[in-house]
């Protein structure tokens, strides 16, 4: 598969507006660590730990940038043979 290049770059710098850098770090009890995110024309745009609850207003924002779904998946999950949406922790498309 090709991505595209362009929706990566927007993607990524959109999460990067909204997340915070890549690598983000969290020490809040709810976050779910390490994880990344993903879209099926961008693939793998942004990873670090997620507070799901307190940014998911966040991950609305990227989708409504780009309008392409997003799944949220463990980081290790590239070595994983199922497709991304089986793999995924949660997917945001609105």
Known sequence: MFWNDDLITTLSETAVEHLGPQGRYLEKANSVVLISLYSNEAGKFWYGDLDLDADR??????????????????????????????????????
């Open 57 to 94: 207003d966040s991950l609305s924002k990227i989708f409504r940038k780009v309008s392409e779904p997003i799944f949220v998946l463990p980081d290790m999950s590239a070595y994983d043979e199922r497709s991304i949406a089986e793999m995924s922790l949660m997917k945001i498309n609105s």
